[in-house]
Structure formats: C-alpha cells, structure tokens
C-alpha cells in the first residue's frame, strides 16, 4: 500500500520559514507527479506547487518568490520551503502524488500537517 508522510508544519511568526517534507512509500515504480495543496476551514483545496514534470514547477500567484518546490526522487519525496510566511498561509498542507506500480497509476495524499503563522 502507497503511503505518503508529511512532517514539518507548526506555529511561526510572520516572516519566519518553515520546511515540509514527504516521502512516499509502498512498492512505487515511479512518481508521475508530485504537488501541494492546503486548505483552510470553509475553502476548497487549493494548489500551492505543482511539478508535472522533470523540469516544470508552477506555483500559485500567492506564493511566487517565496514558496520553493523540489523533489528528491531517489528517495521519492518532495519538499515545500516556505519563507517569509504571511497570516494568510495558515492552512493544512497536504501532499499529492500520482504514483504508478507497475502497470497501474494512482493518486494517493498525505494526511496533512497543519501550518500556522501568528505573532
């Protein structure tokens, strides 16, 4: 069974960094894709970065200049870098991954880590 953790939210002052992580496991052949989401209570999930192929990794307009995506793919993990973090990034962030094994393709998340941003 394809699992994905995350690990690495938590309370910051606006302005500091925080660094998720999350790593995929399970018997995966191959990533397709990787990206991250959040979500705050009443809202839709929404994408934060998305990397759908080796080189190409889009942001939200919101983040731009301050969020970094990248992927580890020998260890199958994606990683967010959020700095200068602003009251409006407080959300639950969660992990996607579209993961093939063997002939079958699948999307899985992660169960979310909470990130909050406040003086």
């Known amino acids: 069974q394809v699992q994905l953790v995350e690990s690495g939210g938590g309370l910051v002052q606006p302005g500091g960094s925080l660094r998720l992580s999350c790593e995929a496991s399970?018997?995966?052949?191959?990533?397709?894709?990787m990206a991250w989401y959040r979500q705050t209570p009443g809202k839709q999930r929404e994408l934060v970065a998305d990397?759908?192929?080796?080189?190409?990794?889009n942001y939200a307009d919101s983040v731009k200049g301050r969020f970094t995506m990248f992927r580890d793919n020998a260890k199958n993990a994606a990683y967010l870098q959020m700095n200068n973090l602003k009251a409006e990034d407080t959300a639950v962030y969660y992990c996607y991954a579209r993961v093939q094994k063997l002939i079958w393709t699948n999307d899985y998340w992660g169960q979310g880590t909470q990130v909050t941003v406040s003086s």
């Open positions: 990397n759908r192929d080796a080189s190409t990794i």
């Open positions: 399970g018997g995966i052949s191959r990533i397709n894709r």
